[in-house]
């Protein structure tokens, strides 16, 4: 099983060996900005760590009595051991719906997403709690912004509320103090169950990545730098600053210095000791100015973990770590203001108040309805209600299946593919899950399509596989794909999107609301892999809600490889038999013996003995830190592949890059030249350019990438190094992942001992909290009922 003379013994004792992603655990423990593989270019989402240079200097990082002294870890987590979406409810489905590794119970319910409900309109008997919530939301976010419209100053430190904001509050404390929520919520309910389908929301802009950010005015800038100089904090984030919060970014942060907590890179440290150096004793750690923007960055740091919302009381844990006096409070304020909107998720059936009369107790007026708060930005929360109302009406579709449909589904390759083909003929949404094999179902259903005389529009997460198959960004902002109708809408009958576990809600939401009416959608992905770099787990999210047919593949991945990654899958480590070395184990004692054996394998070893190119052999490691990371392996496999001097900002004709010119995106290409316009790039045999003030933060080197950059492609050949200070890091998604995108042959360059099988073994993915099961969940039971 080995290409290499120290492999041969440890491969028959060790099968591979993966790489090493963050496990719960240790996210848990982490600073967000650490050095992961979910940092900087790699396609995962967040901004590069200050080990760059990327962030700024301390502002005060000093203790004092605006924080802690120590900066608390922002993990989402609600307690030892708990993750934010709180404890598994519900085991995984046999369809995979734990592509996250979190729990399934996400029964939530949010705020009607196109009916329109009288404001008078009276309570019926035949609303379920679940519809009355979807409706009362709304209505309370209208009477949010009324409120804030009509307000002519903050509520001032210590101000009495009233009114409306006053019964908001006294619900969120009865709910979290175990009682029934108060009738506010639900007096207001729309007189009749929504129907579907309903109709299309106004569809996105045709491309929103295109949208020009507007640059401050030289007077905006030097006015904010006047401000951070008086508060002690770098001038050179006056740009940003101003940017970020308007021409009138000096007064806001005079107003409140917390403010600059808007920039990604300002920690909560550093905005305290800017607060303290402007406002003296006044800023202390309870101000309301404080409190609110607090709340508002835990929740951008949730999303960037992959939450769209978080539950109250870990919410309220993570304040009290960064030192406010009283989290409720703080919680409860940042609801009034509207800064943060509030939902509750019906858990389970309602339940009978304690009553001496049996009939009292069964009587429905009694019965208590179980739930739990979640507070989430309003944006995430958007996007997840719209996209919730678009798989709906596209799930509400019905189709007469034709004796055409039936003759496709009897010349269909596969038996697995006959089933996908005869769901798909009946439905307007189906989900089908499989592994690398189980790909070509969704590719016959294309073809099959397309012979019937339907515009068919096959979209996947990473460029390359056909000439008829399209990215879904690529597909989004129009510069691929069939285009847009008069309407805005996707000018086809069937969309296929490979990869669904890659979705996130943001870009979910766009592709679904493009969806035209009478058209059919399929979700297909493997839900072992790694989740999406943004916010949400939508694919586990549509599985879990189980609102439309779902297809599992039978076709198994072939080979050794394929027997290796399935077991994996499962929680399993098995030693497979490899007569073709296409497993080869290659043990190492420490990071720099694995960086030498990594250049050595890519190099000499598997060019050798499979006759596989370098430039076709992909290196994958845990993160771009450290001895063995990207950084360290990339400079190694760039001084044995390409030397050079590294002429243009680093890199030189001919090199491998990675090129991110979106969070989530991660495109492999080439060096060919710079000039004063830039680096320029060769992909697919297509020239692109990158500005040259971009190219450090959107090109780095790629021969060795992470495995979040590597979801969605595979290569003839891979290695996987894990370093010893890897151990910590691995979980069975990531194991999956990294062994799953060897095509012919996988080398492991193993330095981790037995934290290998306990990753695979007990580790499973990080849970992620959002509301999209239960929004799903309440449409589909309001659509049920009789109109």
């Given at each position: 099983m080995s290409t290499d003379p120290q492999a041969d013994t440890a491969a028959a004792e060790n099968p591979a060996t993966p790489e090493a992603e963050p496990s719960a655990a240790a996210e848990a423990e982490a600073d967000p900005a650490a050095d992961t593989d979910r940092t900087g270019p790699d396609g995962s989402g967040t901004a590069e760590p200050a080990e760059d240079g990327a962030g700024p200097a301390a502002v005060h990082g000093e203790a004092g009595e605006g924080g802690p002294g120590a900066e608390p870890p922002v993990s989402g987590r609600g307690g030892e051991g708990e993750s934010p979406a709180g404890?598994?409810?519900?085991?995984?489905?046999?369809?995979?719906s734990g592509a996250d590794g979190g729990a399934d119970a996400d029964a939530g319910a949010g705020p009607e997403g196109t009916a329109e409900p009288a404001a008078e309109a009276p309570a019926t008997p035949a609303l379920s709690e679940a519809q009355a919530e979807l409706a009362a939301q709304r209505i309370e976010r209208e009477r949010i912004a009324r409120r804030k419209a009509e307000r002519e100053a903050p509520v001032a430190a210590g101000a009495k509320l009233?009114?409306?904001?006053?019964?908001?509050?006294?619900?969120?404390?009865?709910?979290?103090?175990?009682?029934?929520?108060?009738?506010?919520?639900?007096?207001?309910?729309?007189?009749?169950?929504?129907?579907?389908?309903?109709?299309?929301?106004a569809p996105r802009p045709a491309a929103p990545a295109a949208v020009a950010a507007s640059v401050p005015s030289a007077d905006t800038v030097e006015g904010v730098r006047a401000v951070l100089a008086r508060?002690?904090?770098?001038?050179?984030?006056?740009?940003?600053?101003?940017?970020?919060l308007g021409?009138?970014?000096?007064?806001?942060?005079?107003?409140?210095?917390?403010?600059?907590?808007?920039?990604?890179?300002?920690?909560?440290?550093?905005?305290?000791?800017?607060?303290?150096?402007?406002?003296?004793?006044?800023?202390?750690?309870?101000?309301?100015?404080?409190?609110?923007?607090?709340?508002?960055?835990?929740?951008?740091?949730?999303?960037?973990k992959g939450h769209t919302a978080l539950e109250a009381p870990v919410l309220e844990k993570a304040l009290a770590q960064y030192g406010v006096p009283d989290p409720a409070e703080a919680l409860e304020l940042a609801i009034a203001e509207g800064?943060?909107?509030?939902?509750?998720?019906?858990?389970?059936?309602?339940?009978a108040g304690p009553s001496e009369n049996a009939a009292d107790a069964e009587d429905a007026e009694d019965a208590e309805q179980p739930v739990r708060v979640l507070v989430g930005l309003e944006g995430a929360a958007m996007a997840e209600e719209s996209l919730a109302d678009g798989l709906a009406r596209l799930a509400a579709g019905t189709f007469d299946a034709s004796e055409d449909w039936e003759r496709a589904a009897g010349s269909a390759p596969s038996p697995s593919a006959s089933e996908l083909i005869r769901a798909v003929a009946g439905h307007g949404l189906v989900t089908h899950t499989g592994g690398e094999a189980a790909r070509a179902e969704p590719v016959a259903l294309a073809a099959a399509a397309r012979e019937l005389g339907l515009r068919v529009c096959l979209a996947a997460h990473a460029p390359g596989g056909g000439p008829d198959r399209v990215t879904v960004a690529g597909l989004l902002s129009g510069a691929e794909g069939p285009g847009r109708d008069t309407d805005g809408q996707f000018s086809l009958d069937l969309l296929v999107v490979l990869?669904?576990?890659?979705?996130?809600?943001?870009?979910?939401?766009?592709?679904?609301?493009?969806?035209?009416?009478?058209?059919?959608?399929v979700l297909c992905g493997d839900p072992g892999v790694l989740g999406s770099a943004g916010a949400g787990r939508v694919f586990a999210d549509v599985l879990a809600a189980r609102t439309c047919p779902q297809l599992v593949s039978r076709t198994p991945d072939p080979g050794p490889l394929g027997e290796l990654v399935s077991g994996v899958g499962i929680g399993e480590l098995n030693q497979v038999d490899a007569p073709g070395k296409e497993v080869v184990i290659v043990p190492v004692k420490d990071a720099g013996e694995a960086v030498h054996r990594a250049v050595q394998l890519v190099a000499e070893s598997v060019p050798r003995a499979f006759g596989i190119p370098a430039d076709s052999v992909q290196v994958i490691t845990p993160g771009h830190g450290g001895s063995a990371g990207t950084r360290a392996l990339n400079a190694a496999l760039k001084e044995r592949l390409n030397p050079g001097p590294g002429r243009f900002g680093g890199f030189d004709p001919g090199d491998?890059?990675?090129?991110?010119?979106?969070?989530?995106?991660?495109?492999?290409?080439?060096?060919?030249?710079?000039?004063?316009?830039?680096?320029?790039l060769e992909r697919a045999g297509a020239?692109?350019?990158?500005?040259?003030?971009?190219?450090?933060?959107?090109?780095?080197?790629?021969?060795?990438?992470?495995?979040?950059?590597?979801?969605?492609?595979?290569?003839?050949?891979?290695?996987?190094?894990?370093?010893?200070?890897?151990?910590?890091?691995?979980?069975?998604?990531?194991?999956?992942?990294?062994?799953?995108?060897?095509?012919?042959?996988?080398?492991?360059?193993?330095?981790?001992?037995?934290?290998?099988?306990?990753?695979?073994?007990?580790?499973?993915?990080?849970?992620?909290?959002?509301?999209?099961?239960?929004?799903?969940?309440?449409?589909?039971?309001?659509?049920?009922?009789?109109?």
């Amino acid at each position: 099983m080995s290409t290499d003379p120290q492999a041969d013994t440890a491969a028959a004792e060790n099968p591979a060996t993966p790489e090493a992603e963050p496990s719960a655990a240790a996210e848990a423990e982490a600073d967000p900005a650490a050095d992961t593989d979910r940092t900087g270019p790699d396609g995962s989402g967040t901004a590069e760590p200050a080990e760059d240079g990327a962030g700024p200097a301390a502002v005060h990082g000093e203790a004092g009595e605006g924080g802690p002294g120590a900066e608390p870890p922002v993990s989402g987590r609600g307690g030892e051991g708990e993750s934010p979406a709180g404890p598994e409810t519900e085991t995984e489905t046999e369809t995979g719906s734990g592509a996250d590794g979190g729990a399934d119970a996400d029964a939530g319910a949010g705020p009607e997403g196109t009916a329109e409900p009288a404001a008078e309109a009276p309570a019926t008997p035949a609303l379920s709690e679940a519809q009355a919530e979807l409706a009362a939301q709304r209505i309370e976010r209208e009477r949010i912004a009324r409120r804030k419209a009509e307000r002519e100053a903050p509520v001032a430190a210590g101000a009495k509320l009233s009114g409306k904001a006053a019964d908001l509050l006294a619900a969120v404390r009865a709910v979290e103090g175990g009682a029934k929520p108060s009738s506010v919520y639900f007096d207001d309910a729309p007189a009749a169950p929504r129907k579907a389908p309903v109709a299309p929301p106004a569809p996105r802009p045709a491309a929103p990545a295109a949208v020009a950010a507007s640059v401050p005015s030289a007077d905006t800038v030097e006015g904010v730098r006047a401000v951070l100089a008086r508060g002690g904090a770098p001038e050179a984030l006056a740009g940003p600053a101003a940017a970020a919060l308007g021409e009138d970014a000096a007064g806001q942060l005079t107003e409140n210095p917390w403010r600059l907590l808007s920039l990604p890179a300002v920690r909560p440290t550093q905005a305290d000791g800017f607060a303290r150096a402007l406002l003296g004793a006044e800023a202390g750690p309870g101000d309301e100015r404080r409190t609110t923007v607090l709340v508002g960055w835990l929740l951008t740091q949730a999303g960037l973990k992959g939450h769209t919302a978080l539950e109250a009381p870990v919410l309220e844990k993570a304040l009290a770590q960064y030192g406010v006096p009283d989290p409720a409070e703080a919680l409860e304020l940042a609801i009034a203001e509207g800064s943060v909107l509030v939902f509750h998720e019906p858990l389970g059936p309602p339940v009978a108040g304690p009553s001496e009369n049996a009939a009292d107790a069964e009587d429905a007026e009694d019965a208590e309805q179980p739930v739990r708060v979640l507070v989430g930005l309003e944006g995430a929360a958007m996007a997840e209600e719209s996209l919730a109302d678009g798989l709906a009406r596209l799930a509400a579709g019905t189709f007469d299946a034709s004796e055409d449909w039936e003759r496709a589904a009897g010349s269909a390759p596969s038996p697995s593919a006959s089933e996908l083909i005869r769901a798909v003929a009946g439905h307007g949404l189906v989900t089908h899950t499989g592994g690398e094999a189980a790909r070509a179902e969704p590719v016959a259903l294309a073809a099959a399509a397309r012979e019937l005389g339907l515009r068919v529009c096959l979209a996947a997460h990473a460029p390359g596989g056909g000439p008829d198959r399209v990215t879904v960004a690529g597909l989004l902002s129009g510069a691929e794909g069939p285009g847009r109708d008069t309407d805005g809408q996707f000018s086809l009958d069937l969309l296929v999107v490979l990869d669904a576990p890659q979705l996130d809600v943001e870009t979910a939401a766009a592709l679904v609301e493009s969806v035209p009416d009478g058209a059919r959608l399929v979700l297909c992905g493997d839900p072992g892999v790694l989740g999406s770099a943004g916010a949400g787990r939508v694919f586990a999210d549509v599985l879990a809600a189980r609102t439309c047919p779902q297809l599992v593949s039978r076709t198994p991945d072939p080979g050794p490889l394929g027997e290796l990654v399935s077991g994996v899958g499962i929680g399993e480590l098995n030693q497979v038999d490899a007569p073709g070395k296409e497993v080869v184990i290659v043990p190492v004692k420490d990071a720099g013996e694995a960086v030498h054996r990594a250049v050595q394998l890519v190099a000499e070893s598997v060019p050798r003995a499979f006759g596989i190119p370098a430039d076709s052999v992909q290196v994958i490691t845990p993160g771009h830190g450290g001895s063995a990371g990207t950084r360290a392996l990339n400079a190694a496999l760039k001084e044995r592949l390409n030397p050079g001097p590294g002429r243009f900002g680093g890199f030189d004709p001919g090199d491998r890059v990675v090129h991110v010119p979106s969070a989530g995106r991660a495109l492999p290409a080439r060096v060919v030249s710079a000039d004063a316009e830039g680096l320029h790039l060769e992909r697919a045999g297509a020239r692109i350019v990158v500005a040259k003030e971009l190219v450090e933060s959107q090109v780095r080197h790629g021969w060795a990438v992470t495995a979040h950059q590597a979801v969605g492609t595979r290569w003839p050949a891979v290695v996987v190094v894990l370093p010893g200070d890897a151990a910590q890091a691995l979980s069975r998604d990531w194991v999956y992942t990294a062994f799953g995108r060897g095509e012919r042959h996988l080398s492991v360059v193993h330095g981790v001992d037995q934290a290998l099988p306990h990753a695979v073994a007990e580790v499973p993915a990080k849970p992620r909290t959002t509301r999209l099961t239960g929004l799903l969940t309440a449409l589909a039971t309001a659509g049920a009922q009789p109109g």
